[in-house]
């Protein structure tokens, strides 16, 4: 699910982005975001926003939102969807976030961390730009505890990457990110045999 793509093949990932993932956008995703983004204030990074999946849980009071992403042509769809009406969409890296330290009151990482190319760098840049009393919000797709399905996804990764722009089956991003945060709640779920992991996170100060 990576918005690191280039030439021709990002323009086709960007086109059937949306069509491919919506029967389970509809009926697992978009519900589960609703729950973990609930009460979600302030200014907001929407980090590797794609498409804009998380912008109707922006249409509320007292969210100022960015939009930023890699792909330009995953922009322009998100734009499509009214991204500019509500918020400033920008095109940049999540290992080399352009704003400065403490920046925005949440953060939303949702599908995204399991392409970028260094996972500990931008994990490390969230925290940065994150302000002291800030939140993160995480949906990732993560390794398996079960030992037979890590098998499967560490078999299918090198595949998966090559026909998903760059995205790892097999990152244990719920354990990463307790290196730089301090988890205040989290959930699995199992979607597709896959297991996603949601959590809210504060600062280590």
């Avoid at 907001?44 to 792909?71: C, E, H, K, M, Q």
């Avoid at 500990?120 to 993560?142: P, Q, W």
Wanted: hydrophobic fraction near 40%; proline fraction near 6%.
């Amino acid at each position: 699910m990576n918005r690191g793509l280039s030439g021709w093949y990002e323009r086709i990932f960007a086109a059937f982005y949306d069509p491919l993932l919506k029967n389970v956008e509809n009926q697992s995703f978009s519900p589960l975001r609703s729950r973990l983004l609930a009460g979600i204030s302030g200014t907001v990074l929407d980090l590797g926003a794609g498409t804009g999946s998380n912008l109707p849980f922006y249409d509320r009071p007292g969210i100022t939102p960015v939009f930023l992403d890699r792909s330009l042509p995953m922009l322009k769809k998100g734009l499509a969807k009214g991204m500019k009406t509500c918020g400033h969409p920008v095109a940049g890296s999540a290992t080399a976030l352009p704003f400065p330290d403490e920046s925005f009151d949440s953060i939303v990482s949702s599908l995204v961390l399991c392409s970028v190319e260094d996972l500990f760098a931008s994990l490390s840049e969230i925290n940065r730009i994150l302000k002291k009393d800030g939140t993160l919000f995480l949906m990732e797709h993560v390794l398996s505890l079960s030992p037979q399905i890590a098998a499967l996804q560490r078999f299918a990764t090198p595949l998966w990457k090559t026909v998903a722009g760059g995205c790892h089956l097999d990152r244990a991003t719920d354990t990463v990110v307790r290196t730089l945060f301090i988890e205040e709640s989290s959930w699995q779920e199992t979607i597709g045999g896959l297991p996603f992991h949601f959590g809210r996170y504060t600062k280590r100060l």
